[in-house]
């Protein structure tokens, strides 16, 4: 038997940051909101390094100070390593900037934990264990059907967001997902006690180690719990087959770095994978509905852009629903500038994911100069103050960065080094 839950004015399928900021944004802003996920929380998930730029945008959302007090490990930067050619180079992320010079490492069980639970205190109709299964668009609004603890449900809302991440609940059912060429990843993962830990205002930045097959990230928790991941190129995993907790084991013998940093630890959590690190989903939007966050896209996680992205999208998709409702007019056509916002805010985090893998580009962002303020430029997009739009000044330094890079794989051309992306990992 089939429930009948009261209408919404916007039903949010998602509890993840993205579906917890945009329920939260509409509800301070006076909507009827019923969010919808599947999981209780709280519950394990990747992407656990925040960016500087991400603060402010937890200000705005009104929930700054309460994240700013939990507890969350303190990130000042960033290390990069290189197994190839020995590089090492530390980012310390710049002062004096509309954003910190900080940002946090958290669990992403207690930090979404955070979101939602913010969501629900500000009016928005929270139902976890509630899996969304059809959306059905009609003239006046949407008609929603799942299953949860109560059993078989259907609600009427007069707008529809796309929160489910990866999942991509819309472009599973009226879209498609198109892959990127080459960024197809798989990650392995697990929790530690007891690994390295670096002194000083060290102690919080992310690692990132680059090595033969792929790539770790390395992120400290507070109390003494660390995030290890690797990166592989999802054809290395398929080849390899067998125990993914074997290859896990052997990816960190294989990388120097991360092997001598966990020396004496203990894996705390199973080994947890991800994949699919790579595509971009398609409607972003349309007549009564938009999608956030991973709903959108999502690109290999080196530069830690994922909640960002997230937040950043839930704050402009708000904006744009709430101008909606006041017009009282839900066609796809005023949803076109916030699709142009998304994507200028995506498009660098893509620019620079291809790049890194390029030898060339990996050579010059482990020796950065600061010439014609490139090194800044970088910076401006490793803490993600690009997302709501790009100076000229950054973009012609950026350019110029690239410009470089040009060059760059030619001198490596000359002297008989590789040039060619690793992409292929």
Same mark, same amino acid.
């Not at 993205?18 to 019923?34: D, E, K, W």
């Not at 603060?55 to 009104?62: A, E, K, N, V």
């Not at 080849?239 to 120097?256: F, H, K, S, T």
């Given at each position: 038997?089939? *429930?009948?839950?009261?209408?919404?004015?916007?039903?949010?399928?998602?509890?993840?940051?993205?579906?917890?900021?945009?329920?939260?944004?509409?509800?301070?802003?006076?909507?009827?909101?019923?969010?919808?996920?599947?999981?209780?929380?709280?519950?394990?998930?990747?992407?656990? *390094?925040?960016?500087?730029?991400?603060?402010?945008?937890?200000?705005?959302?009104?929930?700054?100070?309460?994240?700013? =007090?939990?507890?969350?490990?303190?990130?000042?930067?960033?290390?990069?390593?290189? =197994?190839?050619?020995?590089?090492? =180079?530390?980012? &310390?992320?710049?002062?004096?900037?509309?954003?910190?010079? &900080?940002?946090?490492?958290?669990? !992403?069980?207690?930090?979404?934990?955070?979101?939602?639970?913010?969501? !629900?205190?500000?009016?928005?109709?929270?139902?976890?264990?509630?899996?969304?299964?059809?959306?059905?668009?009609?003239?006046?609004?949407?008609?929603?059907?799942?299953?949860?603890?109560?059993?078989?449900?259907?609600?009427?809302?007069?707008?529809?967001?796309?929160? *489910?991440?990866?999942?991509?609940?819309?472009?599973?059912?009226?879209?498609?997902?198109?892959?990127?060429?080459?960024?197809?990843?798989?990650?392995?993962?697990?929790?530690?006690?007891?690994?390295?830990?670096?002194?000083?205002?060290?102690?919080?930045?992310?690692?990132?180690?680059?090595?033969?097959?792929?790539?770790?990230?390395?992120?400290?928790?507070?109390?003494?719990?660390?995030?290890?991941?690797?990166?592989?190129?999802?054809?290395?995993?398929?080849?390899?087959?067998?125990?993914?907790? =074997?290859?896990?084991?052997?990816?960190?013998?294989?990388?120097?770095?991360?092997?001598?940093?966990?020396?004496?630890?203990?894996?705390?959590?199973?080994?947890?994978?991800?994949?699919?690190?790579?595509?971009?989903?398609?409607?972003?939007?349309?007549?009564?509905?938009?999608?956030?966050?991973?709903?959108?896209?999502?690109?290999?996680?080196?530069?830690?852009?994922?909640?960002?992205?997230?937040?950043?999208?839930?704050?402009?998709?708000?904006?744009?629903?709430?101008?909606?409702?006041?017009?009282?007019?839900?066609?796809?056509?005023?949803?076109?500038?916030?699709? !142009?916002?998304?994507?200028?805010?995506?498009?660098?985090?893509?620019?620079?994911?291809?790049? &890194?893998?390029?030898?060339?580009?990996?050579?010059?962002?482990?020796?950065?100069?600061?010439?014609?303020?490139?090194?800044?430029?970088?910076?401006?997009?490793?803490?993600?103050?690009?997302?709501?739009?790009?100076?000229?000044?950054? !973009?012609?330094?950026?350019?110029?960065?690239?410009?470089?890079?040009?060059?760059?794989?030619?001198?490596?051309?000359?002297?008989?080094?590789?040039?060619?992306?690793?992409?292929?990992?």
């Amino acid at each position: 038997m089939t *429930s009948v839950r009261h209408s919404y004015d916007v039903v949010v399928v998602g509890g993840g940051p993205g579906g917890s900021a945009t329920a939260a944004h509409l509800a301070r802003g006076g909507l009827s909101v019923g969010l919808f996920e599947r999981e209780e929380f709280p519950r394990f998930h990747v992407g656990e *390094s925040l960016l500087p730029a991400t603060l402010p945008l937890l200000d705005r959302l009104g929930i700054g100070e309460r994240v700013a =007090q939990h507890g969350f490990q303190v990130k000042h930067g960033a290390i990069f390593t290189d =197994q190839e050619s020995g590089l090492e =180079q530390k980012f &310390y992320f710049l002062r004096d900037r509309p954003w910190p010079s &900080y940002a946090y490492q958290v669990r !992403r069980a207690e930090f979404d934990a955070l979101l939602l639970d913010h969501a !629900r205190s500000v009016g928005a109709d929270v139902h976890h264990a509630t899996l969304v299964e059809t959306a059905v668009f009609d003239g006046a609004g949407v008609t929603v059907t799942g299953e949860g603890s109560g059993g078989r449900f259907a609600t009427r809302a007069r707008f529809l967001v796309d929160a *489910s991440g990866r999942d991509g609940f819309l472009a599973s059912r009226i879209g498609a997902r198109d892959r990127v060429p080459n960024l197809g990843k798989v990650a392995l993962f697990a929790h530690f006690r007891g690994a390295d830990r670096a002194p000083g205002i060290d102690e919080g930045s992310i690692r990132i180690h680059v090595f033969e097959l792929g790539w770790f990230w390395w992120i400290p928790f507070a109390g003494d719990v660390t995030s290890i991941g690797c990166v592989l190129h999802a054809r290395t995993v398929r080849e390899r087959g067998g125990n993914l907790e =074997q290859l896990y084991d052997e990816m960190i013998r294989a990388c120097g770095r991360v092997e001598k940093g966990l020396t004496g630890a203990e894996r705390i959590t199973p080994i947890h994978t991800a994949a699919n690190f790579a595509y971009v989903n398609r409607p972003m939007s349309g007549d009564r509905f938009l999608a956030v966050g991973d709903s959108v896209a999502f690109v290999d996680p080196i530069f830690s852009g994922g909640v960002h992205i997230a937040l950043g999208s839930a704050e402009l998709a708000a904006a744009a629903i709430r101008r909606a409702f006041q017009a009282d007019d839900f066609a796809a056509w005023r949803f076109v500038e916030y699709e !142009r916002e998304v994507w200028r805010g995506i498009t660098p985090f893509f620019k620079f994911i291809h790049k &890194y893998y390029e030898p060339a580009f990996l050579d010059l962002f482990l020796n950065p100069r600061n010439y014609f303020g490139v090194r800044d430029a970088v910076l401006s997009v490793l803490a993600g103050g690009t997302f709501f739009g790009m100076p000229f000044r950054t !973009r012609v330094s950026l350019q110029i960065l690239f410009a470089l890079t040009r060059l760059k794989v030619w001198t490596r051309r000359r002297a008989g080094l590789p040039v060619e992306s690793r992409l292929e990992w």
